[in-house]
């Protein structure tokens, strides 16, 4: 007789969300009973039984939850769908990574099932908060050693997901690249406008005739001056009192007898300087006060110019060329796995940021016409050849490096004369050379090749890696399951430690010296 495995994955803590489902329906019954005898929709105890019926309905769906798999294929099941997939047309297994709040480093594990017609399907359980989840791993290897049985995977080790792998859709950086784009058209808009108002306030003067008949009472004069232009208009109040707020609040000042207006709207700085019963002058302009003048202070009101707004835009465009990169470097590893690391876009945010260094104080200086001048098509022009050298860098340490492209690595000056040289290489399993993950680096030449937990001088602390008994099986870019302690440039090499498999990242170089090292010690 065939014995016939079956596994079944149920949320943690069923009792306790069926008890909040219970509470959440006794909520939703509260509040159509009460909108039903009362007649009101905005109610206390109405809010109150609507925030219950929403968590019962979450509990509900947590609660409903299960994957069962057996001989037969997997079955999901939620609240409001079921599915069930024959194990021939499963592909593969997979770990979708999402991270929360990155300061407590919270993370969330699932299980994705990919089709062998390219779709992918996440399933409801099994399901994780942690990185370190016994019960989840458990369930995630009795579901794979399912497939092995029944079906062809097509990974022999479990591919973890993330928004460092190439897997990672690119959607979330696609809208964002666009929104960014869409502020800066924006703003760019306004460019014009600003920068007309701008220079009609400086150009303004003062006014030489009075208000014009029918002007409306309670609000500041419009005038204009012989030419037609907008003209500056001074008008004497008397501060009845000061309002200064906390920075995220508004500072008023009020005016004695509500002339020529009740309040105005100032800085904290202004309303903490200025003092009942002061004597100042305002200046009005387009209908609006533009500065408040008294005995020792000084006020005015801060209007951006196109200057200004031209850099906003040139900022929000260049941020969208981080999400840009972004995608990009996905693009450009879209034939790799989907659980290889991608490397990393902090170069084009420093190309970008290069760029930002010309390009900002020209936008600032010449909003409208950046290319008016002949020193501004200079300064243009010599930004743009450092941002294109910029960017070709960047291009390149961006580069998808394979490890046949390694190459082989000089021997240093140091090794050949025996002397000690401590590479940044560590191993990412726990062994006795190597116990609780403590080395940072691997000390060659001056003795054997060994573990260190420091960067030298010296073997404090250092131990001796037993090279008899290491093989090495391949070596590799990194995957998402090897962790986001190892850095995106650097290669894994996959050992063999008497019959026990060991990973060793390094740089590429680095391991390839190392490596030499630990396959013909006496090199």
Known sequence: MTDVWEVTCRPPGKRTLWALA?????????????????????????????????????????????VRADAHGLRSRTLLRRRSVPWRDVADLRVRRTYGHASRGQETRRVTLVLHNGRKRLLPLPRSWSSHDPGFDAELEA????????????????????NRTAGHGWAGSLALCAVLLACAGVAAWFVPGAAADERAWKSATPCTAGPPAGERTGSPPRERNQAGGECLTTVPAVIARTEANWPRQRSWLYFAGGRPLTRLEVSREAAQEFQAGDRVELTVWRQKVREVSGAGHVWREHAPGGGEVAVLAAVSALAAGWPAARILLRVRGRRLPDDEVLPSAVPFAGALAGTALWLLPLCYLHPTAPLASSGAITWAAMGSLVSLGLFAWAWRATRVRTPAAAGTADVSAAEEEGQEVFLAARFLEHTDYN???????????????????????????????PVE????????????????????SWHIAELDDAGEPVRLAAAPDDLTRVLRALTDPGS
């Open 469 to 488: 008994r290491l093989t090495v099986r391949k070596v590799r870019r990194v995957r998402g399951g090897d962790g986001d302690t190892v850095s995106r």
């Open 22 to 66: 219970g509470l959440g329906a006794a909520g939703a019954g509260l509040a159509a009973v009460r909108v039903a005898y009362r007649g009101e929709l905005l109610d206390l105890w109405l809010g109150a039984g609507l925030l219950l019926g929403l968590v019962g309905v979450v509990s509900l769906h947590a609660a409903t939850a299960a």
């Open 143 to 162: 579901l794979r050693a399912l497939h092995r049985r029944y079906g062809t995977p097509a990974s022999g080790h479990v591919p973890v997901v993330s």
């Open 435 to 465: 116990p609780f993950g403590f080395g940072t680096h691997i000390v060659l030449g001056g003795g054997p090749p060994a573990v260190t937990p420091h960067a030298g001088p010296g073997r404090f602390a250092a131990r001796r890696i």
